[in-house]
């Protein structure tokens, strides 16, 4: 029902700038943390940031500075605007939503993830 859809990722060389995206739909009672995730090959999913209800973000200190998390309520969609992109970036990279679902429950829900390569 709830689903959740990354677009965006690419190959680009270091230095370049993505903006990922991800569609949030289905029914959900209220969403109350929002976030972006990655995982390079061989290693664990890793936290890149995210934002509360009330706005608060966190970030990882190795994206601090150059990545920026945003949503747009109407459009139902997050955002990860990264920029001075480097090699050590490249990962898949999976939006991620806690929310109140329908029975009034928290749960956590993933998107499929998107690839972001970079080049040196």
């Known amino acids: 029902q709830v689903q959740l859809v990354e677009s965006g990722g690419g190959l680009v060389q270091a230095g370049e700038s993505l903006r990922l995206s991800c569609v949030v739909s289905g029914s959900i009672f209220r969403i109350n943390v929002r976030g972006w995730y990655r995982q390079a090959p061989g290693k664990q999913r890793e936290l890149v940031a995210t934002m509360t209800r009330g706005g608060t973000t966190v970030y990882a200190d190795s994206v601090k500075g150059r990545f920026t998390i945003s949503i747009d309520n109407a459009k139902s969609t997050v955002y990860l605007q990264m920029n001075s992109l480097k090699p050590e970036d490249t990962a898949i990279y999976y939006c991620?939503?806690?929310?109140?679902?329908?029975?009034?429950?928290?749960?956590?829900?993933w998107g499929q993830g998107t690839q972001v390569t970079v080049s040196s």
């Open positions: 991620n939503i806690e929310a109140t679902n329908r029975d009034y429950l928290e749960t956590a829900y």
